[in-house]
C-alpha cells in the first residue's frame, strides 16, 4: 500500500506566503517607484515655479520702466507745449518823449506804452506809464525798468505787493 505522507501543519502556511511573497514584493516595488515618481514631480514643480517666479520678476521691472518711460514722455510732452504756449505771448512796446513847456519849466518826460498779445490777439489795452527823464539817463534802461509785462517787473511787484493765487 501506498504510503502516505502525513501533512504537516505549516504546509498550507507555507504555500500560502509563496504565493503571497511576489504581490507583497510587487506591492512593494510599486509603492517605491510611486513615492520616487512623486519626488520627481515635486521638483520638476518647484523648477518651474522658480522659472516662472523669475519670468513673472522680469515683467515686472519691464512693466514699471514701461510705466516711467511714459510718465516721463507725458511730462516732456506737457513741457514742449507749456513752452510752445508762452512762445506765442509776446509785449508790443512803444514810447517817446513828451516835452511840456510852461513859462518857467521845461520838463521832458518819456511816455512808455505796451500791451500783450497771444499770436495776434491783444490781450490788453495799452499801458500807458510816464517818467520824468533827467538830462544824460538811458531812454532804453529806463523804458525796461518801467515795463508793466517784463520777467523782473513782475517779480518785484510780486515781492512787494500781495502774492497772487495760482
Same mark, same amino acid.
Given at each position: ?25 510587487? =506591492? ?15 521638483? =520638476? ?33 506737457? $513741457? ?26 521845461? $520838463? ?6 505796451? $500791451? ?36 523782473? =517787473?513782475?517779480?518785484? $511787484? ?9
Amino acid at each position: 500500500m501506498e504510503k502516505r505522507k502525513a501533512r504537516t501543519p505549516t504546509e498550507p502556511m507555507d504555500s500560502m506566503l509563496w504565493m503571497m511573497l511576489p504581490m507583497f514584493t510587487a =506591492a512593494g516595488s510599486a509603492l517605491l517607484a510611486f513615492y520616487i515618481m512623486q519626488a520627481r514631480l515635486e521638483v =520638476a514643480v518647484s523648477k518651474e515655479r522658480e522659472t516662472l517666479a523669475r519670468a513673472e520678476a522680469v515683467i515686472d521691472t519691464h512693466k514699471q520702466q514701461m510705466e516711467d518711460r511714459i510718465k516721463a514722455t507725458q511730462e516732456e510732452v506737457r $513741457r514742449r507745449a507749456f513752452d510752445e504756449l508762452l512762445t506765442d505771448f509776446r509785449v508790443e512796446e512803444r514810447h517817446y518823449v513828451r516835452e511840456s513847456k510852461s513859462l518857467f519849466l521845461n $520838463r521832458k518826460s518819456m511816455v512808455l506804452q505796451e $500791451r500783450l498779445f497771444f499770436r495776434n490777439i491783444p490781450l490788453s489795452n495799452w499801458v500807458e506809464h510816464e517818467m520824468t527823464v533827467e538830462e544824460g539817463n538811458d531812454m532804453q534802461k529806463l523804458a525796461k525798468a518801467c515795463s508793466v509785462f517784463t520777467a523782473k =517787473a513782475v517779480g518785484e $511787484r510780486q515781492e512787494a505787493g500781495p502774492r497772487l493765487l495760482r
